[in-house]
């Protein structure tokens, strides 16, 4: 089961690009890379997923090495609304590893 | 689109009393998810269900916690008799297939507290 690894939480001013990174060393060969978004009262929200290289979409960016054994969310000119939790998980596409979520990493952003 | 429904939205009991949360997936999903998620912590998965069938409950504390899916479709989890520890929050998530490549849609959950 690949665990993940995240920092417990991360401060950031308006405006600036934000990057989290999650370490996954264990990580197989049909495993996708797969991050939420979790407000206050809510559940969790899909944000991104990749495989490799780099995914790209309207709200954010995934960059993952080579080796795959990390990677990092990418959140451009973060604002105030962007204060949540963001979680790494770690799964492959056929089911066959229960998609576990860590303690994630809270992330406040500073006016 | 129409989101993950669940009922009710909080919920306080007393130890020992019996709860149902009931959950309603997006039209079509054929997976469905039941998640806990303490306070600080991040979901823990207690059961997935394939249409009516339970694909993966490892995780489910069967002495107390129960779930079923009729028809393929609404989900409840019950739990029978509560202890102060199962206060969480219940997620209920859905998805097309069982490892989407556009992820789970969650609902906003059920807040249990036990007292």
């Known amino acids: 089961l690949a665990k993940t690894t995240q920092p417990i939480s991360m401060d950031s001013y308006e405006g600036q690009e934000v990057n989290i990174t999650c370490s996954h060393n264990?990580?197989?060969?049909?495993?996708?890379i797969t991050w939420y978004q979790q407000f206050p009262s809510q559940g969790p929200r899909f944000i991104i997923q990749g495989y490799k290289t780099k995914v790209t979409n309207e709200v954010a960016s995934l960059f993952i090495p080579a080796d795959r054994k990390s990677s990092t969310l990418s959140l451009p000119r973060v604002s105030l609304s962007d204060t949540a939790v963001y979680y790494c998980?770690?799964?492959?596409?056929?089911?066959?590893?229960?998609?576990?979520f860590g303690t994630g990493t809270r992330l406040t952003i500073i006016p | 689109e129409a989101g993950v429904a669940q009922s009710p939205r909080y919920k306080i009991i007393e130890k020992r009393q019996s709860v149902a949360f009931w959950c309603n997936p997006i039209s079509g999903h054929a997976t469905l998810y039941w998640y806990q998620q303490i306070l600080g912590q991040g979901p823990k998965l207690l059961i997935q269900?394939?249409?009516?069938?339970?694909?993966?409950d490892s995780q489910l504390p069967k002495d107390r916690f129960s779930a079923e899916r009729l028809k393929g479709v609404d989900s409840t989890l019950k739990i029978q008799p509560a202890k102060l520890e199962d206060s969480a929050v219940y997620l209920c998530a859905s998805s097309l297939v069982a490892f989407p490549a556009r992820g789970y849609t969650f609902g906003s959950g059920t807040r249990l507290t036990v007292v």
């Open positions: 998980l770690v799964g492959d596409n056929f089911g066959n590893e229960k998609l576990t």
């Open positions: 269900f394939q249409n009516n069938g339970v694909v993966d």
């Open positions: 264990n990580i197989a060969t049909n495993d996708y």
